[in-house]
């Protein structure tokens, strides 16, 4: 917890990878740890951190490039390839384990201790094939054994020590031990290995984000045959030592150091038993088991030595690898190895789509700890429980990231902005601050409580328990206070009456409940009362619980004024233990009680005091003074004892003994003030002192100072001190007082003494009068006793006078002209002291004091430091940051000053200032800046050696061409120079190769290559091979390379390689413009144009070199701006605004008045455009009033956009810059007079006021509320607008008169608006309102009726008889025909709505008409004269029927106003349905409360069924029919006034349950379903509809919203609607797949074979779920299979397999159809063929299994594309099995061409006819055969027989070939019988006559 940002290592940009030191010197990786970084280029680093606050400092210690590493291992004699991959196993010790290329294992050795350079310790390679270091994707280091992961499934293990091949793993083989849940082939290839700590468990990671735990032990016990280290320790050989005897007991443990077993001395019987014993002890277990194993690395000798935590070579080898095995058998938990703990989890089961990555972070024999990592959501922590299966997830959010720690410390760290934090699975928060209060401490506890603003939990007994056996306080401390909060009455107390007796039940249970604590206390009290050494122990424990126990007894009288029996229930219980813990008190010393005892008996025996005569007679102090001068103080304490005195308490009869003392010092008595401190037992020297130095009485203190220095009791420095003091009070005698309590207040505050000082400090600053009169001023000795030297200085500097500044402390003077900002003098200071020689007025100014001693704000530190460096003195602290030295340079001149500013520089790396400004400008890339410099300072390498470092040169190329260019202007006649800097700009051209004159060749700058050859030494000869060899070889060139780079330019390629004689010439084809153009960016096209031997230039070349003043150049490119007054005003310079307006405009104008009007109004709209700037807008006031213009309303303006501004950014924050924007546009249109626009910005500052004023908390009707509101009313005031009247209507809700009155009367309403606001006052204040606006002389407004006659729309009274008006008309209503008539017409003339109640109490009134002209009196003008439009004639005297009332009744429903109508109908028509239906529209429009408008909308419904009855028997007032109208109108308008979708779904909803229907209206339950439907989405119905409803728009409706569905994916919802209005979903459907298609192709998972295959399943049980059209189907299959693409050869059987099942389902819906469209069906069954020839040939081609035809669904259950094709296959419709494709006449002829399918095909084809024949299938045969025109022998054959068997042929009828075929079978059957008669002749013949006798 807390704000502390974490320390931040900031890493090499080019590092790839990091490990931190695992070292087994601790000390040394927390102090110091060590990083080893791996670079992109394969170079190693370590670097050492040295943590500090907010960053971290690295150093670099050692690096190894990939060639050094080369180099080692050739040092070994090993030769290993180019290094492609390099792998941090481990570093620890300064030793790095290394892996490179996958099976290279290099254990490197850094520098340290005795190694100077790095040494290869060992270098090996893996024993693994090629094929199998391809496919290693991840590789683990634990505990010496090194483990690779082959991403197509299995592990190989190697001794990390000489490479040994240890074991390998097949997870495939581990997977089919248990429930094959997954196959591993859908998995793969996997991707991570994470290795658990003891080597028992390996998680591996797919890349489709499952994991899987390898048990290696439970799998090595399965298949000891992969173990391939197991050795029989039995046979291994037992060596001798060396030197030593063979019997020697040395020499036998040395043998036995080869077994697993340890060799015992004492070899005794008993010694024996001892072992077993302890080895039983120490390994057994309740839950141990059976099947004991150890583990599987049991058998590698070498990895036991090596690890020292489990494995040592002693007697606790044996003893800890069975216990080990016994805690990894508990932790199996006797699982079933065979099912559970082997299957694949999928670690993000939502399918998230954006899922970038999930690591295994650690893994233990118990969990395994993953992280996903998203671009929406963040992290997100995944924890699998190994023993459970059990899968926990935690989402941390972004801007997170996962802490790794060491491979034992099992933590879950996450580092984020707010700081560090630990994740805890399986713990709330409470379980595991109990744990931590337990196995902690209790202020650990209250500490992370505090840190993460957690309440104090609930802490258990055992934690009380836990923390009284081991005597913490603290825990005890913290239990008691948790258990206070519980206890609390405060809260209690203030709930009503009827809960105090819930409340003093709940508290009597609580303290039952604490109950065993209190014991468990006592207990603990009274046994370590009984142990003298466990005493104090016992006492600080009774203190917390007294403490405890009596403040609960406070909190329930203070708080209960009576107890109930439950409350005395509580008081007994505590008293108790009160009672029962004072037993232990009476040990204790006692407290003197707080009030006098009481006096003396006189009953009782009286001492005897022979002065207590002579003391009755005196006061107490006469008394104590008299008493202790005469050593009677027993007699003095018994006296006051007797008589009640309080001073017989010793602490109050010292201190009335020591005011004596005082008085006595005051009196200038040392002797009796001597006397009476020896006589109370002070020490008379030391308490004067103490007097001396506290007291503020300077008599007194000067008195003791002067007895003091007599006795020599002051030390030297207490007498300075003292001199000090007298000279500061001489100095400050007659100095103004607030000077000294200025400086007292600044300085005083050193001594660490409170009481004293702030009694000191009270006494001088509320010293009385005279003091203050006089000037004087007092301070103790005890004061400034804590003063050093230089505060001292600072108290006396103010008094002293500039003259004696030189002798002054520097220091002191510095902290005191600072403080005091006095800018004069420190100035003189600075220029004294920069003047050569000493100065005789200032002191010496030193550096250091610049850190320690400048005291003034940080504007003024910066202007003195500003001014020191522009002397060249700087601060020491700006000296060792280089940055801020360049920033105090930036206001001290520049760093490019004469002479330099900082000579003598040296940084902490110990470079010069000109060396670390190179740095800075390469750093940040200032090359312009860098190059200004260099030649400012004319810095070259000679003089500069940073200059020439080349390691600079190759890390900025632009440097080094920079340099060589200087090079050149410092020596243009040296070549070498300029064929250097040739080169350097070439290497910024071609930065990917080292620069030479080859590489520009091949890089095609041949004129670049030929300009650097101009100047190499020796020019061309020399860089050709035939030149001298010695040259270097960036200069040699291949002669071939230049022939072909000068191919383009023949003339110059002669020229060089000439075959013509040396005197021939060619004509030059290059120039030098030609060779000046290679150069970057020289263009001499643009730059010499003028020189006529320039052919580049173009054809707009000058003939003069350009300057700044060519008027071509001014004319395209200058830009010529005329200043104005505006231009000013941006820039905040009113005056010079106001001067350029008089000088240019106003002089010049004839028209001066409108042209400052014209001025004003634009820095009016200026203003407005930029009201957020406030610099801005006070200029514009400013030059508003030097016009003489009034500036009011532009402040007005500015302010109401400044506060619109501050509210609508509050509301909506991260649009700030958008929302001025659009208030300056609506502030533009202010300017331009737009009223719509003030109307807008009048809305938006009311909302803002209130907000304002609700945000700081004022009360809305206060003063401080009315202020804020007066900007609206001046806002409404200068743009002419009505005036707001919510401030008054707020006032007038909260009765708060006062301030209605104030507002109205200072801003001068209208009376109309005020009178209009009075009726919202209680009924007693609205008269007296009335009346105090009675004398406002302001016109009313009035209403005219049809007869030209004006309706008030108020009652006036005449003055002085305010109720003549009402009686004089009751009193001639009754002279009236019809008195209820006048009533109601004297209603409407004074608007009194008295009268139409009264007028409703006549007999024969009628009600209707009353309730019109009551409802009438509730209007305003306008919607009086909508209603009234129709009336002819007077309106008072119009006779009111249904149809006004109708009239009524609509316009105020479309206007929202039904308080009127509620009201109207409550007083006359209070049983109208009407009225309830205003009820329900008033709980549903207005309060929202649907439930309770339910239950009242039943009710209508109910009275309306009443009314149509037929037993009723009063006829209603109102028609039946028109009421229902009326009511229908109502309902069918409400949903057309909801403002939100919410309102119109929670309306219709009660609509619909309700059965509500309307006459004509909308059908409310369609529209009810819809809006349910609608609820989670963003779309929403349409108005239209709910005003104009027919079913046809309903249904274009429904179709509209289906559509926007679509396009939000929401098809779910999109079906739901299609079928509530009865469309179609075929298109719903197949949109919805065609977007599942996209989405698993965008997540990768569309290649595989199985989520195709289960798709399209899906696919079509989809649209059978959905009754999908058979043609849509069939289109959407079609289509599908036509996009099918042709794959790689080794995925075309997939493909091939994947087209015939699709359209397979195709012609499966096309045959569903009820017309089946022959010719299509026919067409898909021959493109189905077409897959079956293809993937005949395929298979023959490929050398597979035989493909075999089949239309028969595999047994197998395993789905595949075959199983689904052969399961909707439509080859045996009947439609198709016609007997026509049976007839011989259809069937091709032998002599019909076949060339429509190739020879392989052919065959193809030919063979699966044969597999159709063999099944049967006839008529597909026969079908097939007419597809493709394709004769086939058998089939005629046998549609031949099945025509002859069936009587449709002849013989005579079939085909030569089948006749043929038939000829020849019966010669064949002609020629056996034949046989057969010859061969019974011969048997005949051979049997002889009796054979034939006998035949």
């Not at 495939?172 to 591993?184: K, V, W």
């Not at 801007?399 to 790794?404: G, I, K, L, P």
């Not at 619109?1204 to 958008?1218: A, C, D, G, K, T």
């Amino acid at each position: 917890g807390g704000n502390r940002r974490p320390a931040l290592v900031a890493l090499p940009a080019a590092c790839r990878d990091f490990v931190w030191e695992n070292s087994e010197e601790n000390d040394l990786i927390v102090d110091k740890p060590r990083l080893l970084t791996v670079s992109q280029c394969h170079e190693l680093s370590v670097y050492e951190v040295f943590p500090k606050v907010r960053k971290c400092e690295l150093t670099l210690l050692h690096s190894c490039s990939e060639d050094r590493l080369k180099k080692l291992t050739e040092q070994k004699n090993i030769s290993i390839p180019p290094i492609s991959s390099l792998r941090v196993l481990s570093f620890g010790n300064g030793k790095a384990l290394l892996m490179l290329n996958s099976f290279i294992v290099v254990r490197l050795a850094f520098p340290e201790g005795g190694r100077e350079e790095e040494e290869l310790e060992d270098c090996f390679f893996l024993d693994l094939s090629p094929q199998i270091l391809e496919r290693i994707v991840d590789a683990s280091s634990c505990r010496g054994v090194v483990i690779l992961l082959d991403e197509s499934g299995w592990m190989y293990i190697f001794d990390a020590t000489d490479g040994t091949y240890l074991a390998y793993v097949d997870i495939a083989l581990y997977q089919a031990e248990g429930p094959e849940e997954r196959n591993l082939t859908t998995l793969l290839p996997l991707t991570s290995l994470t290795v658990s700590h003891d080597l028992s468990i390996a998680m591996i990671t797919s890349c489709s984000g499952y994991a899987t735990a390898v048990d290696l032990d439970l799998y090595f016990k399965e298949h000891p045959g992969h173990l391939l280290c197991k050795t029989n320790v039995d046979s291994l050989p037992v060596e001798q030592l060396k030197e030593t005897d063979e019997d020697d007991l040395r020499s036998s443990e040395y043998s036995m150091t080869f077994v697993n077993r340890a060799f015992r001395t004492d070899r005794s019987w008993k010694a024996h038993l001892i072992s077993l014993c302890e080895t039983t002890k120490r390994v057994y277990s309740p839950n141990l088991v059976a099947d004991v194993y150890l583990p599987w690395y049991q058998h590698c000798l070498r990895l036991e030595r090596c690890d020292r935590k489990i494995h040592e070579a002693s007697e606790t080898s044996l003893v800890q690898d069975v216990a080990y095995v016994f805690s990894n058998t508990r932790r199996k938990g006797h699982r079933n190895a065979k099912g559970r703990d082997r299957q694949w989890k999928n670690m993000h089961p939502g399918e998230r789509e954006d899922c970038v990555k999930v690591e295994c972070k650690s893994v233990t024999g118990f969990s395994a700890l993953f992280t996903i990592s998203s671009e929406s959501e963040g992290l997100t922590l995944i924890l699998w429980d190994l023993e459970t299966q059990d899968i926990v997830s935690c989402h941390v959010g972004k801007n997170s990231c996962f802490v790794e720690c060491g491979q034992e410390e099992d933590l879950c760290l996450i580092l984020s902005e707010p700081g560090l934090s630990l994740v805890l699975f399986g713990l709330t928060q409470e379980e595991f601050l109990n744990r931590l209060i337990i196995h902690g401490s209790a202020g650990t506890v209250d500490s992370l409580c505090r840190l993460n603003g957690w309440g104090r939990c609930s802490i258990p007994i055992h934690a009380l328990e836990a923390g009284l056996e081991n005597r913490q306080l603290d825990t005890v401390d913290f239990f008691l206070k948790n258990k206070e909060n519980l206890f609390s009455l405060s809260s209690a107390c203030s709930l009503q009456d009827q809960t105090s007796r819930a409340t003093s039940e709940f508290y009597l249970k609580s303290v039952e409940e604490l109950r065993p604590a209190l014991d468990l206390l006592c207990l603990a009290i009274q046994e370590n009362d009984l142990e003298a050494q466990s005493k104090h122990f016992s006492e600080q424990l009774l203190s917390l619980t007294l403490n405890f126990l009596n403040k609960q007894l406070c909190e329930i009288f203070l708080h209960m004024e009576e107890l109930d029996e439950n409350l005395n229930g509580c008081v007994n219980i505590l008293t108790s233990y009160i009672t029962k813990l004072r037993t232990f008190m009476i040990k204790f010393p006692h407290k003197q009680p707080s009030i006098p005892s009481t006096p003396w008996d006189l009953e009782e025996e009286v001492p005897g005091i022979r002065q207590r005569q002579t003391w009755e007679q005196l006061s107490t102090e006469e008394i104590v003074a008299h008493a202790v001068l005469n050593n009677k103080l027993p007699e003095a304490q018994t006296f006051f004892w007797m008589t009640g005195n309080p001073a017989q308490k010793l602490e109050e009869l010292t201190q009335i003994g020591l005011d004596l003392v005082y008085g006595s010092l005051q009196k200038g008595d040392i002797q009796e003030a001597s006397k009476l401190l020896t006589n109370m037992g002070f020490d008379v020297m030391k308490q004067l002192r103490k007097i001396c130095f506290y007291t503020s009485d300077q008599p007194v203190r000067d008195f003791l100072v002067k007895v003091l220095q007599e006795e020599n009791y002051f030390s030297d420095a207490e007498k300075e001190m003292i001199d000090f003091v007298h000279q500061l009070e001489n100095i400050y005698s007659g100095a103004p007082q607030n000077n000294a309590e200025n400086f007292l207040a600044r300085h005083w505050g050193k001594e660490k003494d409170p009481p004293s000082l702030t009694a000191a400090l009270e006494v001088l600053m509320n010293c009385d009068e005279d003091r203050v009169h006089n000037g004087e001023h007092r301070v103790m000795l005890n004061w400034a006793e804590s003063w050093d030297r230089i505060t001292r200085e600072l108290v006396l500097l103010p008094r002293r006078s500039p003259e004696e500044f030189k002798s002054c402390n520097p220091e002191a003077l510095w902290m005191h002209l600072s403080s005091w900002h006095d800018w004069s003098n420190i100035s003189s200071w600075i220029a004294a002291c920069q003047s050569q020689g000493s100065s005789a007025d200032w002191p010496a100014l030193t550096t250091e004091a610049l850190d320690r001693s400048t005291l003034c704000s940080s504007y003024m530190r910066n202007e003195i430091l500003d001014s020191l460096a522009r002397n060249g003195v700087f601060a020491p602290a700006e000296l060792e940051d280089f940055m801020r030295l360049l920033l105090r340079l930036t206001h001290a001149g520049g760093v490019m000053q004469k002479p330099q500013p900082i000579s003598e520089y040296s940084s902490p790396g110990g470079l010069d200032f000109h060396a670390c400004f190179v740095h800075y400008c390469l750093d940040h890339g200032l090359n312009h800046l860098l190059y200004t410099y260099l030649d400012y300072y004319r810095l070259f390498p000679s003089n500069c050696p940073i200059l020439g470092d080349q390691a600079l040169h190759e890390a900025h190329p632009w440097f080094e061409f920079l340099v060589r260019c200087r090079g050149i202007a410092s020596n243009p006649g040296d070549a070498e120079m300029i064929f250097q800097a040739s080169l350097a700009n070439a290497q910024i051209l071609i930065p990917s190769n080292q620069a030479s004159v080859s590489t520009m060749l091949l890089e095609g700058r041949t004129l670049l290559a030929l300009a650097t050859t101009m100047y190499a030494a020796g020019g061309i000869d020399q860089i050709l091979p035939n030149g001298s060899g010695g040259e270097s070889p960036p200069k040699k060139v291949d002669a071939q390379l230049l022939r072909m780079a000068l191919a383009p330019y023949p003339k110059l390629k002669a020229a060089l390689f000439s075959p013509l004689a040396s005197h021939s010439t060619w004509p030059s084809d290059v120039s030098l413009y030609h060779l000046i153009q290679a150069l970057v960016p020289f263009d001499p096209a643009k730059l010499f144009g003028w020189q006529p031997a320039n052919s580049l230039s173009g054809p707009d070349a000058r003939s003069g070199p350009p300057h700044f003043s060519c008027p071509d150049l001014i004319n395209k490119y200058a830009v010529i701006e005329r200043l104005d007054f505006c231009y000013y005003l941006r820039h905040e310079r009113p005056s010079f605004a106001f001067g350029t307006f008089l000088v240019q405009q106003l002089i010049k104008s004839k028209t001066p008045k409108h042209l400052i009007q014209q001025a004003g109004h634009e820095a009016y709209a200026l203003a407005l455009s930029v009201f957020h700037i406030p610099s801005v807008t006070a200029t514009c006031v400013c030059f508003l009033e030097l016009l003489g213009l009034e500036s009011l309303k532009l402040r007005v303006d500015v302010k109401a956009a400044n506060v619109i501004l501050s509210f609508m950014s509050r509301r909506e924050e991260p649009q700030h810059s958008s929302i001025r924007e659009s208030l300056v546009e609506k502030l533009t249109q202010l300017a331009e007079g737009v009223k719509t626009a003030a109307e807008e910005l009048l809305v938006c500052l009311e909302e803002a006021v209130w907000d304002k004023i609700e945000h700081h908390s004022i009360k809305k009707t206060s003063s401080r509320a009315r202020k804020q509101w007066s900007l609206v009313a001046q806002f409404c005031r200068l743009h002419d607008l009505k005036l707001n009247t919510s401030y008054l209507k707020k006032c007038a809700r909260a009765n708060d008169w006062l301030q209605f009155i104030t507002e109205a009367q200072m801003y001068d309403y209208q009376p109309a608006e005020v009178l209009a606001i009075v009726p919202e006052f209680p009924l007693p204040l609205q008269d007296h309102l009335r009346l105090a606006f009675e004398s406002l002389r302001a016109p009313l407004p009035e209403v005219e009726g049809q007869d030209g006659r004006p309706c008030v729309l108020r009652h006036e009274r005449r003055p002085g008889s305010p109720t003549s008006d009402l009686f004089h008309i009751l009193l001639r209503c009754q002279d009236q025909p019809h008195p209820w008539r006048y009533l109601l017409a004297e209603t409407l003339r004074h608007r009194a709505r008295v009268l139409s109640v009264l007028a409703a109490c006549f007999q024969d009134a009628d009600i209707l008409h009353c309730l019109c002209v009551w409802i009438m009196t509730f209007l305003d003008s306008s919607t009086t004269g909508e209603v009234t439009s129709h009336i002819e004639g007077s309106v008072e005297t119009h006779e009111w029927d249904v149809q006004d009332l109708a009239t009524l009744w609509q316009v105020l429903l479309r206007r929202q106003n039904i308080r009127a109508l509620l009201s109207g109908f409550q007083l006359f028509l209070k049983g109208s349905p009407l009225l309830t239906a205003l009820e329900v529209y008033e709980l549903c429009m207005d309060y929202r409360n649907y439930h309770k408008a339910q239950t009242k909308l039943l009710e209508l419904q109910a009275n309306l069924l009443k009314l149509q009855a037929p037993d009723e028997a009063p006829p209603p007032l109102l028609p039946t029919p028109w009421l229902k109208s009326q009511v229908s109108f109502l309902l069918e308008l409400m949903p057309q006034q909801c403002r939100t979708p919410y309102e119109l779904r929670k309306l219709l909803q009660v609509f619909a349950e309700t059965d509500t229907a309307l006459l004509c209206g909308p059908d409310m339950k369609k529209l009810s379903a819809l809006c349910q439907i609608l609820k989670d989405s963003s779309v929403s119905v349409s108005c239209s509809i709910l005003s104009s409803y027919t079913p046809e728009k309903f249904s274009n409706e429904c179709r509209r919203i289906v559509e926007l569905l679509q396009e939000r994916s929401l098809f779910s919802m999109a079906r739901d609607v299609a079928g509530l209005a009865g469309l179609p979903v075929d298109h719903v459907v197949v949109q919805e797949m065609l977007q599942n298609i996209h989405l698993l192709k965008q997540a990768d998972r569309w290649p595989q074979k199985r989520t195709r295959i289960e798709f399209w399943k899906k696919c079509q049980e989809n649209f059978v779920r959905n009754v999908v059209s058979n043609r849509t189907a069939f289109d959407f299959f079609s289509a599908q299979a036509e996009a099918v693409s042709e794959s790689l050869d080794h995925e075309r059987m997939s493909s091939i397999q994947e087209r015939r099942l699709l359209l397979t389902l195709a012609g499966h819906w096309l045959a569903g159809s009820d017309l089946v469209p022959l010719e299509e069906l026919e067409e898909t069954e021959r493109k189905i063929w077409l897959c079956h020839i293809a993937q005949r040939a395929l298979s023959q081609s490929s050398g597979r299994a035989k493909y075999r035809f089949s239309h028969q669904i595999s047994m197998s259950g395993e789905l595949s594309f075959e199983t689904m094709a052969a399961e909707f296959s439509f080859s045996k419709l009947p439609a198709l099995n016609s007997p026509k494709c049976l007839h011989l006449e259809s069937f091709p002829s032998q002599d019909a061409s076949q060339a429509t399918l190739p020879d392989a095909d052919v065959e193809s084809l030919n063979f699966l006819l044969g597999c159709l024949l063999d099944e049967g299938s006839v008529h597909e045969a026969s079908r097939v055969c007419q597809y493709f025109n394709f004769y086939s022998r058998d089939a005629l054959l046998v549609l031949h027989c099945r025509a002859l068997a069936a009587g449709e042929a002849s013989y005579g009828c079939c085909r030569p070939e089948i006749q043929a075929i038939l000829a020849v079978r019966e010669e064949e059957e002609e020629k056996e019988e034949e046989e057969e008669e010859e061969g019974r002749v011969e048997k005949m013949q051979t049997d002889g006559p009796a054979s034939i006798e006998m035949a």
